[in-house]
């Protein structure tokens, strides 16, 4: 009897754990599991086919342990681009002229929360798609070094500090301030030495040497990697003939082992494929999977490491634990970002269609754009005073163009503003508004609208480029020169309207120039009382430019790249040196300088606290600035301070070391404090291959420009 109740007892118990664990989820699905755990038991669960099949972007269903496919390819450079409405804030050179960090991360967060939005949509339709998903091939940190280059407007400019500070930024809005988890998961790309030729991409060599690509082309990259960026994304091209998406040096020696970066390395799309076609550095796409997961690429945009990682194995040069090895950073970022949880856990869940493109963004867009729109030039005309003016004609290729609103990588806004529609709704029905287009970007002798202008009491001519005409290979198809700019004239057509319309009376003509790289204004300038660069603004573009052209917001955009005179002033396309490249080592006269842009007030500065006479390489240098606006406009500043170094060997002329943008009332008065420790002085040891605080007499330059300072003091190193 008593044998009889034992096993009576022991079935029970054994019914009862089974029932448990049946109960109990897998550990990889336990949200409350430690993230490394959930990884170790999801490798182990895989077959090793699954796990290979999870290499690409495209990745596919695991079916038997309800794991849904996920496609990582999307891209959000200023607004969520190639998935459906989302709104559309203005491009990443015109946010980075803004010099304005807190904007840049709530346009990120707000972008992030449309991604959380559009994704909850698609899921609960079953749908998992393209430019649908969580992770984000942004932002493009790349250095500006060259106007030529038509994706420069995809980056934060020409200077190192600036960038990483505006793309630092931008990163922590979209990943979200939940520790453990994201928000979404930005990815800093292309590492590395990448900003043209667009024609020579997929083969091209960039040489460098150690100093330049520490001090430029690396320096963002390692200041977002501290900031956590989850992925990064590496190149098409070679460095120093080394293939940045198997190369070593780049994602072995300096991103895995110097920086301890532990996120996702993906490779930019088909530059697998473009290692063994093009570049010829390896023989075949099975010794190119062998490289790229040994070199620790983690995922590929294309299929190279789905249809080759098991022929690698098969010959040798892989093993199991390679493949576990490179699909464990990948599952690390699905997890964080909630991808394996019921989709009720996700503090997200209740996003839904009222938190995409919501009256919020689109005030939070037509700020970001007024607040990035630079005024090159004005005669007084500017602001209009609207009992002054009766009539009025907006003219110019662009000035009812969506394409110069949206730049590229773009959403699709159904409030789309364009310039002609927002000065058209600001000017109000008792104005007398014509629109004519005026000119197109080819011919040179037919125009309209002269006869419009001559009759109207102001002209507002909008003209310039758009990423039909400088941008990505392929996508720029107007481009002559692959997607780059030959030239840095506008449109010769442009150039003789404007003339034209100058020819023809005294009335005041405003420029409004769109673009998303330096071009020269000087062309048209002598035919124009005020000039306006208004990059691409976005969907409140025509708001943005209506509220600065009847003075409800005074222009405080700086350029974020040196405007020059001349292609001449540079050196060839394909030098990648830094020598005589950017406000940081220019020597001759720029057109506009890097920083500069005007208002339609007055500052006054002087030292609150000026710095010490001496500092350490621990110190950190604080000064702050009385800013006084002795204007008659409200108006924001952005206070800008640049050091000078001890005069030796390739050391830059200048360079930006803080920065601050801050509102000031008319009459009023901002203390404006700024700070950077003294190890952000140091510079590239060729000799030694480590940074050096060189010893010294530096100086700290607080102005309104690289090239306009208001306050300077020598302090030095020691």
């Not at 159904?414 to 709704?425: E, I, P, S, W, Y």
Request: charged share 20%; glycine share 8%; net charge neutral.
């Amino acid at each position: 009897m008593l044998r009889k109740q034992f096993f009576i007892f022991g079935a029970f118990i054994l019914l009862f754990t089974s029932n448990a664990a049946a109960q109990q989820p897998a550990l990889f699905r336990r949200a409350d599991a430690p993230l490394n755990d959930r990884v170790n038991d999801l490798l182990h669960t895989l077959t090793l086919s699954e796990k290979i099949s999870l290499l690409g972007y495209n990745s596919p269903a695991i079916d038997r342990l309800q794991i849904p496919a996920y496609n990582w390819w999307n891209e959000a450079l200023h607004g969520i681009a190639r998935g459906g409405e989302a709104t559309v804030y203005p491009q990443a050179i015109g946010l980075s002229a803004t010099f304005n960090a807190p904007l840049a991360r709530e346009v990120a967060n707000t972008i992030s929360t449309e991604a959380r939005a559009k994704y909850n949509l698609a899921v609960q339709q079953h749908r998992h798609v393209q430019y649908m998903g969580l992770n984000f091939w942004t932002p493009n940190i790349n250095i500006f070094r060259d106007p030529r280059w038509g994706r420069g407007q995809e980056t934060y400019g020409e200077d190192p500090y600036l960038t990483a500070t505006m793309a630092g930024a931008f990163v922590q809005g979209l990943q979200g301030d939940v520790p453990g988890a994201l928000k979404t998961a930005a990815c800093a790309k292309h590492f590395a030495v990448h900003s043209g030729p667009e024609a020579d991409r997929h083969s091209f060599n960039a040489i460098i040497d150690e100093k330049d690509l520490r001090e430029t082309y690396l320096y963002a990259f390692k200041k977002l990697v501290d900031g956590k960026v989850e992925s990064i994304m590496c190149a098409y091209n070679r460095v120093n003939s080394q293939p940045c998406c198997t190369g070593n040096t780049l994602l072995q020696d300096i991103l895995r082992h110097e920086w301890k970066f532990g996120g996702q390395v993906v490779t930019d799309c088909w530059a697998l494929d473009d290692i063994w076609l093009r570049h010829k550095a390896i023989p075949t796409r099975e010794e190119v999977a062998a490289a790229a997961v040994k070199a620790g690429v983690n995922l590929d945009c294309a299929n190279i490491l789905q249809d080759d990682v098991m022929k690698a194995i098969d010959k040798g040069w892989l093993t199991s634990a390679n493949v576990d090895s490179a699909l464990s950073a990948t599952l690390r970022t699905r997890i964080k970002l909630g991808l394996l949880d019921a989709p009720a856990a996700s503090p997200y869940s209740a996003y839904g269609a009222d938190s995409v493109n919501n009256s919020y963004h689109a005030r939070l867009a037509r700020e970001a754009a007024r607040e990035s729109m630079v005024l090159l030039k004005n005669d007084g005309v500017l602001p209009l005073t609207a009992d002054k003016y009766a009539s009025m004609l907006v003219t110019g290729s662009n000035s009812a163009s969506l394409e110069a609103l949206m730049g590229n990588y773009h959403g699709v806004s159904g409030d789309m503003v364009t310039f002609a529609a927002g000065l058209a709704k600001a000017a109000g029905p008792g104005m007398a508004m014509q629109y004519d287009q005026g000119c197109d970007f080819t011919d040179t002798l037919h125009f309209g609208g002269i006869w419009a202008s001559q009759n109207c009491d102001v002209t507002v001519a909008v003209i310039g480029l758009t990423p039909l005409l400088e941008g990505e290979e392929g996508d720029a198809f107007l481009s002559s020169s692959g997607g780059d700019k030959n030239t840095l004239s506008l449109p010769r057509s442009q150039i003789l309207f404007m003339k034209k319309l100058r020819e023809a009376h005294k009335k005041p003509i405003i420029a409004v120039i769109t673009a998303g790289s330096a071009v020269d204004v000087s062309a048209i300038a002598p035919y124009a009382d005020a000039v306006i660069l208004a990059w691409y603004p976005g969907e409140q573009g025509g708001n943005a430019l209506a509220d600065i052209i009847f003075g409800k917001y005074s222009p405080a955009g700086r350029l974020p790249v040196t405007f020059y005179q001349s292609l001449q002033d540079l050196p060839d396309y394909k030098d990648y040196s830094m020598k005589n490249r950017t406000y940081r080592y220019f020597k001759g006269k720029a057109a506009y300088p890097f920083g500069y842009g005007l208002s339609y007030t007055k500052f006054d500065y002087a030292w609150h606290t000026a710095p010490a006479k001496e500092y350490r390489s621990k110190d950190i240098i604080r000064v702050s600035v009385a800013v006084k606006n002795t204007g008659d406009f409200d108006g924001d500043e952005v206070v800008q301070a640049y050091i000078t170094y001890p005069n030796m060997e390739r050391m830059p002329v200048k360079e930006l070391k803080a920065f601050r943008r801050v509102h000031v009332s008319k009459g009023g008065e901002e203390i404006v404090e700024l700070e950077l420790p003294a190890a952000e002085l140091q510079k590239w040891d060729l000799q030694q291959h480590a940074w050096k605080l060189y010893k010294g007499t530096y100086k700290i330059n607080i102005g309104k420009s690289s090239e306009s300072f208001l306050l300077s003091q020598e302090f030095k190193v020691k």
